[in-house]
């Protein structure tokens, strides 16, 4: 092999090897028996982190300039009206990221 067909397969490799040894440590360390406070952060950090997300996407929306942050806001509630309705994370996110796309262009 030469060096340039080489470099892409040990990168892969090695991210393989990474993603395995990511996906068997947890068993290997704890056996069959989850302690409860990992159970207890697997049930309360994807919360923690939605929020965390909400914040970081809406640090920098002016609500003292035009246009005061109403395609932020009106994306926002259709997200959270869509995930209501049909608890479909994908489609919740993509109809308010259309939604806001839209907006941006009409404000």
Known sequence: M??????????????????MALRFLPFLL????????????GKVLPQALIALLVVYCLKDVSVTTHPFGTPELIAAVS???????????????????GIYMVLIRLF
């Open 30 to 41: 704890f056996g069959k028996h989850t302690p409860t406070y990992i159970s207890y952060l």
């Open 2 to 19: 030469t060096a340039g067909v080489l470099t892409p397969v040990i990168l892969i490799s090695a991210m393989a090897l990474t993603t």
């Open 79 to 97: 997200v959270v009206a869509m995930q209501a309705r049909k608890r479909n994370a994908v489609l919740s996110i993509l109809l308010g990221t």
